[in-house]
């Protein structure tokens, strides 16, 4: 009969995700649009400005050695791209106006696109390490409200139309690696790494 090991411990997991972060002022210019959107729908789980954030790949719970490896495969973008510019505009729900679920601003590239290209390049490097590629089309886009229940809101969906968010450009010149703590009060976020 076999004894259990008790000095065995599970490796430690940490949920993370890379993403781009958004400068104070855009954020704060968020904030302002939000506080139109939510006379309209108080019952919208609505993100916090400081949570928002665009997410180019979720990788989940992996363990602190893949950690290291994800670290040191993106290490040398700065090396293959410069900065580039984003443009966040205009609102709307997915997966449509009858059966929303979530609230989001738009993101537009630049004439170059050297978003996506930064988005192709770390799927393909991660690719190599065994994360699985998105299957879906790529969608950036931030997130702002999350839908639980089914509720009349056409006001709110009027309201996003006569007035969507204002176009504002940033510079990107960075990607963080990012921490993801799930609590009873949402997600907490923690910066690991950054790649200029």
């Known amino acids: 009969m076999h004894k259990f090991n008790q000095s ?14 958004l ?53 040398s973008i700065s090396e293959i791209f410069k900065p580039f510019t984003i443009s966040i505009a205009g609102s709307g729900v997915f997966p449509g106006e ?20 930064n988005y192709q390049w770390i799927e393909n490097k991660l690719g190599l390490l065994g994360f699985e590629k998105e299957r879906r089309k ?16 056409t006001n709110l969906f009027d309201y996003m139309k006569e007035k969507p968010f204002p176009e504002k450009q940033f510079l990107v010149n960075e990607i963080v690696l990012m921490q993801s703590i799930l609590k009873p009060s949402g997600a907490e976020y923690t910066m690991l790494h950054k790649f200029s």
């Open 98 to 117: 009858k059966n929303p679920r979530v609230i989001w601003l738009g993101i537009k590239s630049d004439i170059d696109n050297m978003f996506y290209k």
């Open 8 to 21: 065995y411990q599970k490796p430690k997991l940490i949920r993370c995700f890379l993403a781009i972060e």
């Open 138 to 153: 790529f969608s950036p886009h931030l997130t702002i409200g999350r839908i639980k229940h089914p509720q009349n809101m």
């Open 23 to 75: 400068p104070a002022e855009i954020k704060s210019d968020i904030d302002h649009y939000l506080a139109g959107l939510k006379k309209f729908s108080p019952s919208i789980r609505w993100t916090r400005s400081t949570n928002i954030h665009i997410t180019l790949k979720f990788l989940g719970d992996i363990e602190t050695e893949i950690l290291s490896k994800v670290t040191s495969a993106l290490i």
